[in-house]
């Protein structure tokens, strides 16, 4: 079967937040203590879900992937992070682990890009954790290059060097 791809509506948000939960998991557990990814639960992730949707969705699109019914990844973009009106932020794409490797993330990509360009803007940026190698590979492989920002964030208890990337939308 295919992947279908569709706006998230609220009713969503909890699977959205599990499947988050073990996106992150297997990502980035070669690269962080088990203590760092011990937290949220998948529960907890849902009602952060819950509660940022009703504070952004006026201006992000969360879009979800399905396969046979069943959530299977998620995007979520919205307006640039440090204001600037002509770029998008591509905040996440996450996959449930057994997804990877089957065009899915690649869909939510394309799917994101061409939903930026459509709101008018004309680059797209994202933020990834700097030891996700697998990660800045696959927006590697989609144009991204990096920018040379920085920024720390924590995980848990763990301090996450990120970096931006960036690439110019398609036919801007």
């Given at each position: 079967m295919t992947v279908t791809l569709r706006p998230a509506v609220a009713d969503d948000l909890m699977s959205v937040g599990a499947l988050h939960q073990?996106?992150?998991?297997?990502?980035?557990?070669?690269?962080l203590p088990p203590e760092a990814l011990a937290e949220p639960t998948p529960e907890a992730m849902g009602a952060y879900w819950v509660?940022?949707?009703t504070w952004e969705r006026d201006e992000h699109l969360m879009t979800v992937a399905e396969r046979d019914g069943r959530l299977v990844g998620f995007s979520?973009?919205?307006?640039?992070?440090?204001?600037d009106p002509a770029t998008g932020l591509?905040?996440?794409?996450?996959l449930d682990p057994a997804?990877?490797?089957?065009g899915t993330g690649r869909a939510l990509m394309v799917d994101a890009l061409d939903t930026m360009r459509a709101r008018g803007w004309r680059r797209a940026v994202l933020w990834v954790l700097e030891s996700n190698a697998p990660a800045r590979?696959?927006?590697?492989?989609g144009g991204w290059?990096?920018?040379g920002d920085r920024r720390e964030e924590r995980i848990g208890p763990t301090r996450t060097p990120q970096l931006r990337y960036a690439r110019q939308l398609p036919g801007c």
């Amino acid at each position: 079967m295919t992947v279908t791809l569709r706006p998230a509506v609220a009713d969503d948000l909890m699977s959205v937040g599990a499947l988050h939960q073990r996106s992150r998991i297997a990502a980035y557990s070669s690269f962080l203590p088990p203590e760092a990814l011990a937290e949220p639960t998948p529960e907890a992730m849902g009602a952060y879900w819950v509660e940022r949707w009703t504070w952004e969705r006026d201006e992000h699109l969360m879009t979800v992937a399905e396969r046979d019914g069943r959530l299977v990844g998620f995007s979520y973009l919205g307006p640039d992070d440090e204001g600037d009106p002509a770029t998008g932020l591509l905040n996440a794409i996450h996959l449930d682990p057994a997804e990877r490797g089957r065009g899915t993330g690649r869909a939510l990509m394309v799917d994101a890009l061409d939903t930026m360009r459509a709101r008018g803007w004309r680059r797209a940026v994202l933020w990834v954790l700097e030891s996700n190698a697998p990660a800045r590979h696959f927006y590697e492989r989609g144009g991204w290059q990096a920018t040379g920002d920085r920024r720390e964030e924590r995980i848990g208890p763990t301090r996450t060097p990120q970096l931006r990337y960036a690439r110019q939308l398609p036919g801007c």
